[in-house]
């Protein structure tokens, strides 16, 4: 059920007004078959004016790399003032309604200025014309396709000029008193181009239709919020555009002013749970297709082979698609038929235009804009949509390991969404800005450590440790990605993972390191992902599938804008669990990062450790447990020993008294102690933490530590072996202070 809409959460359109009047200072002359409003004597809106700038348009651009206005100018030299004047205020049109950021607003109106000084003599523009050209705009879900497609939606509004200058004048005062007539006005023109002519329809009659041009969000639009006036009536376009009419008038008298569909209240209302918005796809052909892939670059297109699927519709839900397939591919077997189903779902119903798409092909990946909607080709045996490929390609051996890893993924359309921003890099400056204007300074921020932050002496004495072992620690860790410091209890290991995590991430907050403490009932589902009950709404019980910490940190390490940032997970007590129950089939991965594993809870999508992912585990050498570590378990981590003994620990108790000033007593103590255990035993030693305590700086304090923490704990070692006074002769307080007196 739809919330109500809440006045004071929604944005009003306050701008819509200034983008109207501005629309219709151009719109109302040209559909009258006046002079241009540009300088009142200029029929522009004219078929001889239109099929002279659409024929100088058809000859293509000499240099494709050429900023877009270049290439323009180009092609109108020595055009008459009709077709020039008329391309100022196509320009114009294209771009009045869409959101720019304050950069681009710029140079969109530099481009209608640059436009206008072609004409001779120069034209200066009124001020009307640019009085709606705002930096917010009210087209949001298309601009990267209005970028990208300026040629083609000129050529569309050029056909759309011709196609009214040749309507009876009825038919014209019909599209200005009707706006269902405006829109078949629009919709005939040959060559549609959805995007341009629904924004075109907006501007014409911003009553009636809306500033949302993509079909997917116009669904998702009306199918959101059909239940408040009392369902949908179809899905026609027209059926569409009246139902999302009801319901903005609807919204509208809620609000108490004009509703805006991408505030935050209601796009987290209509827009689906998870949607990025713009995503990237990796399509494939069939055994590597060359002849295709030659199709697809030389008719600037992508295809999906749908031989023998029923014919299906645009923005169809994923059960219709899985009903389909399974009923007519019953001659594949399970996985073909699930990645068919996945392969057409993503082309018709969640594929966008503006959405990057990309190919592979002997070592080199080509990159797209998609540009439009699905289609069927006349056979029916293929669907298409149109896009624009960009000339460069690049080597997949160029790009970043977690690219390379995506673009191997299984799959006949891969959502490779996770990777965008990457992907985004290899474009080319996009039509925004052509190239045309000087980037202006930008902010200085601090740069992103990359890799691991450097140790410092400074460091090392905040733990009271030698520099150069730590630095050995931290080499060991990142050329393995994965260790365990073991030693006997006390000797801080999880506080020298904890710490030395933090000062190599440079993370202060604690972001970007993570604690578990393992046991004997932590099991895979605790570690990685598992299901776990829920309630649902109307108060059963159900399972739903939660990840873990391990899972977690790991989405969170393989977004783009992390690849630089080290990740660690600490695993505290690590030889308390059942390791291989634990891990499971995540022990590949320990060792091979550049791989992927199906997972037994996410058998359809692949995961792979990231590279920026480092594990420090702990084991405690006083817990026999540890000899029974499993050989796959040591090949994949590196050990490091944490012993009294030896350093970084050794010394670092005396260290610690000294800058505090305190008494060095504590650590000959501990160094009796130690003494006094065989060194068959060194895994039983006692490390500096118990003489660390606040406690043990007092006479009271240290007898306390030693009758009720070591002794007991000496005892449980020598169970068997020494009696009670055996062992207060051979580890008691007084009998070590006595000894430590005589030297």
């Known amino acids: 059920m739809i919330p109500s809409v809440k006045p004071a959460m929604i944005r009003a359109l306050g701008i819509s007004k200034e983008i109207e009047d501005a629309a219709w200072f151009v719109l109302a002359p040209a559909l009258q078959g006046k002079a241009s409003a540009l300088d009142g004597r200029t029929s522009t809106w004219t078929a001889d004016a239109a099929r002279e700038f659409l024929e100088r348009l058809e000859r293509g651009v000499e240099d494709a790399k050429a900023p877009m206005m270049t290439n323009l100018r180009q092609n109108l030299e020595g055009a008459s003032r009709e077709a020039k004047l008329l391309a100022v205020e196509l320009l114009f049109l294209q771009s009045l309604p869409l959101a720019h950021e304050v950069k681009s607003l710029k140079v969109k109106r530099a481009r209608v200025a640059e436009a206008a000084s072609w004409l001779e003599p120069p034209l200066e523009l009124p001020e009307e014309l640019y009085e709606g050209m705002t930096d917010h705009g009210i087209i949001r879900d298309r601009t990267a396709e209005f970028n990208w497609t300026i040629w083609d939606h000129l050529k569309w509004l050029c056909r759309f000029v011709i196609h009214v200058d040749e309507q009876p004048t009825s038919a014209i005062n019909d599209a200005l008193r009707d706006p269902l007539a405006f829109h078949e006005l629009a919709a005939g023109t040959p060559e549609d181009q959805p995007a341009i002519r629904r924004s075109i329809e907006y501007l014409a009659w911003p009553n009636y239709f809306e500033p949302v041009v993509a079909d997917v969000e116009r669904r998702e639009i009306r199918d959101a919020f059909a239940s408040l006036v009392g369902g949908a009536n179809g899905d026609s376009e027209e059926e569409v555009t009246a139902d999302i009419h009801r319901i903005r008038l609807h919204l509208d008298e ?28 990796l399509l494939r052909t069939h055994h590597d297709n060359t002849d295709l892939l030659g199709a697809w670059q030389g008719q600037e297109k992508v295809t999906l082979d749908v031989e023998h699927l029923r014919s299906l519709d645009a923005g169809v839900t994923a059960g219709v698609v899985q009903h389909a397939v399974d009923e007519d591919y019953k001659h594949l ?98 039509a925004e800005t052509d190239g045309e204007e000087e980037a202006e300074p930008t902010a200085v921020v601090e740069a992103v450590q990359e890799g691991f932050r450097p140790l410092t002496e400074e460091f090392a004495a905040s733990l009271h440790m030698e520099l150069e072992p730590l630095k050995e620690i931290a080499e060991l860790l990142e050329d393995n990605r994965q260790l365990v410091l073991y030693g006997p209890p006390g000797t801080g290991k999880t506080y020298l993972a904890k710490h030395l995590a933090a000062e190599l991430a440079g993370d202060s907050t604690d972001e970007r390191v993570k604690l578990v403490q393992f046991h004997p009932s932590y099991a895979y589902e605790d570690f990685f992902e598992g299901y776990r009950p829920d309630k649902t709404d109307d108060g059963q019980v159900s399972f739903k599938l939660v990840a873990g910490p391990l899972r977690r940190l790991a989405e969170e390490a393989a977004k783009p804008e992390n690849v630089a940032k080290p990740y660690f997970l600490i695993i505290d007590e690590m030889n308390r669990a059942n390791l291989a129950k634990v891990f499971g089939e995540l022990y590949f991965l320990l060792e091979y990062r550049d791989d992927r594993i199906y997972l037994q809870y996410s058998p359809n999508e692949p995961f792979s450790l990231p590279d920026n992912l480092y594990i420090i585990g702990t084991m405690n050498t006083a817990d026999r447990s540890i000899a029974m570590m499993d050989a796959a378990i040591r090949r994949r981590f590196a050990f490091i020993e944490l012993h009294p003994k030896t350093e970084p620990v050794r010394g670092s108790l005396r260290r610690f008294l000294e800058a505090r000033g305190l008494d060095t007593l504590n650590a000959d103590l501990l160094d009796a102690l130690n003494d006094a255990i065989d060194d068959w035993d060194r895994d039983l030693m006692i490390g500096p933490s118990y003489f660390m305590k606040s406690a043990a700086q007092t006479p009271a304090g240290l007898r306390r530590i030693w009758k009720y923490e070591l002794m007991p704990l000496l005892e449980e070692h020598y169970h068997g072996q020494l009696n009670r006074a055996q062992l207060e002769e051979r580890f008691g307080l007084d009998q070590l202070l006595g000894r430590l007196a005589a030297r």
């Open 254 to 281: 809620q609000a108490g002013q004009r509703i805006d569909w991408y505030s935050r209240q209601l796009v987290s209302q209509w827009r689906k749970v998870g949607d990025p918005g713009r995503r990237a796809w």
């Open 333 to 430: 077997g399970y996985v073909e038929r699930e990645d068919n189903k996945t392969a057409v779902f993503a082309f018709l119903s969640v594929m966008k235009p503006g959405d990057l798409v990309l190919f592979q092909h002997s070592g080199r990946v080509r990159v797209g804009v998609v540009l439009g909607e699905p289609e069927h080709n006349e056979d029916n045996r293929r669907m298409r949509r149109k896009v624009r490929w960009i000339d460069e390609n690049h080597a997949i051996t160029d790009l970043p390991r977690h690219v390379q890893r995506q673009l191997s993924t299984p799959g006949i359309i891969v959502d490779v969404t996770r990777v965008i921003q990457a992907l985004q890099s290899l474009l080319p400056a996009e």
